[in-house]
Structure formats: C-alpha cells, structure tokens
C-alpha cells in the first residue's frame, strides 16, 4: 500500500511537473526594464524592440526583429549574461551563463531549442524546431508580441537584482547586431 502511494505521488508529481506552465518551478520572476538594439547595416539586419505595458504593473517586449542574410557558416552568436544587484552601469559584471561566441547554426539547436524559445513560447513567430534545425533560416521579419521570461530551463534560484542579456549576432563584413535587453528579478513572494 505504501509502494502504491508513493508511486501515486511520484507519477503525480511528474504529471504536474509536465503540464504546469513551470512558472510553478522557479522562485523568482522576470520584470523587463528596457530593450535596445544597434546594428551596422539595417539592410541586412536590424531590430526594432520596445518595453510595451502589457497591463497595470506589467511589461512585456514587442516588435520586429528583420532578418536579411542567408545562414552559413559565417554567421556567429555571442550571448553575454550580465548582472548588477544596484542596477548602476558600472555595477554590471559578466556572469557564467555567459555563451562563447559560436556558429549560429550549432546555438539553434541547443540555447535557441532549449531555452530561448521555450521562455519566449508563443509571444514570437521565429522558427521552432522541436527536433533539430532545419535549414534554411527563413531571411524574413520576426514579430514579437509581449515577449516576457518564463524561467523555463533556467536556473530555480537566482540573485535578485538586474540582468542585462546581450545578444551579439555578426555575419563580418556584412553586419554586427547588439540587442541588449535588462531584466529585474525577484524573488517570489509566496
Ligand atoms: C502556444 O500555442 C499553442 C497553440 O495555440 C498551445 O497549444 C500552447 O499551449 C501554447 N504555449 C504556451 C506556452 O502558451
Ligand atoms: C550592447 O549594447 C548595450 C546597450 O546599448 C551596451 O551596453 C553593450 O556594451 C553592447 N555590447 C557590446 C558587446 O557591444
């Protein structure tokens, strides 16, 4: 009987943990502060993002995002996690969820499957691919609709404070993207 109980609560457990929105799982939330993008050739690449008041208290990143290019090789990525518990500029140090620069391609299948799209989930139409990238990257503008964090694949507990991800995206000489977005966290209040 016990067995059969504890295999109850287990398979239960595992049932919520699948279906909940896993906002349930982390115990801190996201508010986003601020969004701004550069780029050194608009005619290959160029992002047009603003914080949106989504409703009292409640912000979320809208806009485009255009996509000029053809994918190879040559295009990289370069993710720089920063973070600052006052929110002061010269407070911001580099943190180790920090990516290297690497080939987009090889970051489509893993930080863009696994946890970009999932915290943004259905607040953008950039492409998924549940089971691997599959070429071609569309050369198209991406829309985003009140994109917020969702924690997903992100660690339960984190330092309060502010977080500034910095996405670099380059196809040299043709282009060199920055999207740089700050983010507050806090804990949750129970
Ligand atoms: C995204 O949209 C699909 C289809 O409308 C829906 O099944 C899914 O639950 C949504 N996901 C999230 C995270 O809202
Ligand atoms: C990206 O842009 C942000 C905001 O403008 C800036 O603070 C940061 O230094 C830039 N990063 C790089 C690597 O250029």
Aim: charged share 20%; net charge negative; hydrophobic share 35%.
């Amino acid at each position: 009987m016990y067995s059969f109980y504890v295999h109850l609560l287990f398979s239960v457990c595992i049932f919520v943990y699948l279906y909940n929105d896993c906002e349930a799982r982390t115990q801190w939330e996201a508010t986003p502060i601020s969004i701004d993008g550069h780029t050194t050739n608009p005619s290959a690449m160029d992002s047009n993002l603003r914080l949106e008041r989504i409703s009292r208290g409640e912000y979320g990143f809208s806009g485009t995002f255009f996509w000029g290019i053809d994918m190879d090789d040559s295009v990289m990525v370069e993710m720089r996690i920063l973070n600052s518990y006052t929110g002061k500029e010269a407070d911001y140090k580099l943190t180790p969820f920090s990516i290297q620069p690497q080939k987009f391609t090889d970051y489509i299948n893993t930080f863009y499957k696994d946890l970009l799209i999932p915290n943004l989930g259905n607040c953008t139409d950039m492409p998924k691919y549940e089971s691997g990238y599959v070429p071609p990257w569309p050369k198209t503008t991406f829309n985003f609709n009140h994109c917020t964090v969702s924690g997903e694949g992100l660690p339960e507990v984190l330092a309060e404070g502010f977080y500034r991800a910095e996405a670099i995206i380059t196809a040299l000489p043709t282009v060199s993207v920055n999207v740089s977005a700050v983010l507050r966290i806090k804990t949750k209040m129970f």
